[in-house]
């Protein structure tokens, strides 16, 4: 070859664009998800950069009381669902820097469950740990991409080179340790979920962790899954009675349920509950006329709809509530079954009683 042929030979170029999409697919599929959900969030009108506990909730968040209750769904979709653009700007960005690693080492199949069964397990760590927060991100699946690799690094040290087991280890344990900091540091983090999808994917990693056998998963591997899905239906049981437990308890004021006022009448709502309802749903509650006071909330069930009102002032009358409440389910539910619940002022229910005549 003369010095002519090899001035036209092109240089050597790095893998391009699409190679590595061709070889890491889950994560670019799980980063275009997340994107599409934000997109289309902001798309309806979810504000772009702090989006309302209401509109977060719409599109699928995690709230315990929810979430444990008649939507468990939510532990999936929460964890496509962000906070803003910053939030799931950091989120994104560091799925791209941990996620292809972590593919290639896995393998797609595995990757793909260490990743959604991380996801689970933050949502129910974050549940367990306080039922009432209104939780969204991916981020609790993305500590489990990490902890995945802590738990390759654990289970096949001794293939390892030397050096490497205790230089990768300590590098993302440092990692680890920064995020944890900060988020004990910020307000607003849900640090249970962080940690919940840490732990579930370590273990994930440690047992999903590739080896020289052919079958996709040995004796060790298959009964390891089925330890670790028992540690998550035993989480979530947990989860359950946390969230029962807060169903009855002081939920009307924390972020899960809207607040309005009308008149001396204070009406806490669920998300469920649309605006045209809540609008139409105001309007009987004026027709019929409450004492000065009156708390009122307006939930979504299991078996439909309650009306729940709070014991707070000696005028309380529970057979007039009851009037009320049937002339009130009457005219704006007329097609779903109504309980009414009647409160103590800490918000624990003393009573439910179903309407079933209209």
């Excluded at 979709?77 to 803003?84: A, L």
């Excluded at 309802?277 to 004026?286: G, H, L, P």
């Excluded at 069930?301 to 729940?308: D, L, M």
């Amino acid at each position: 070859m003369n010095e002519q042929d090899e001035e036209e030979q092109p240089p050597p170029v790095s893998p391009s664009r699409a190679r590595r999409r061709r070889r890491n697919p889950a994560t670019f599929v799980l980063i275009a998800a997340n994107l599409a959900v934000f997109g289309a969030m902001v798309a309806n009108g979810v504000d772009l950069m702090s989006p309302s506990v209401p509109s977060l909730l719409k599109w699928g968040a995690n709230f315990g009381v929810l979430t444990m209750t008649s939507q468990p769904w939510r532990l999936i979709t929460s964890f496509f669902v962000h906070v803003g653009l910053i939030h799931i700007a950091v989120n994104m960005y560091s799925l791209y820097v941990v996620g292809p690693a972590t593919e290639r080492i896995f393998g797609t199949p595995r990757y793909v469950v260490a990743y959604f069964l991380s996801g689970l397990g933050g949502g129910i760590a974050s549940i367990a740990w306080n039922p009432v927060v209104v939780g969204a991100g991916a981020s609790g699946a993305i500590f489990g991409i990490v902890g995945a690799l802590l738990g390759f690094f654990f289970r096949r040290r001794k293939d390892l080179v030397p050096g490497a087991f205790r230089e990768n280890v300590s590098r993302l344990l440092q990692v680890v340790l920064l995020n944890v900091i900060l988020g004990f540091s910020i307000h607003g983090i849900d640090n249970a979920a962080h940690l919940g999808g840490l732990t579930t994917g370590f273990f994930a990693g440690f047992i999903l962790a590739p080896t020289r056998e052919p079958c996709w998963l040995n004796a060790f591997e298959l009964a390891g899954m089925v330890a670790l899905l028992a540690a998550l239906g035993f989480g979530a049981n947990f989860a359950r009675q946390q969230a029962a437990s807060a169903a009855s308890g002081p939920i009307a004021s924390q972020s899960g349920m809207n607040e309005a006022e009308l008149g001396n009448v204070k009406i806490f709502y669920s998300a469920e509950i649309s605006d045209e309802v809540m609008e139409r749903f105001a309007d009987e509650v004026e027709k019929v006329g409450h004492v000065p006071n009156d708390v009122i909330r307006l939930t979504k069930t299991r078996s439909g709809i309650e009306i729940g009102f709070v014991e707070n002032s000696a005028d309380f009358d529970e057979r007039l509530e009851q009037r009320k409440a049937r002339q009130i389910a009457k005219a704006v539910f007329p097609d779903e079954h109504v309980d009414v619940g009647i409160y103590d002022k800490n918000w624990k229910l003393r009573k439910r009683i179903s309407l079933e005549e209209k």
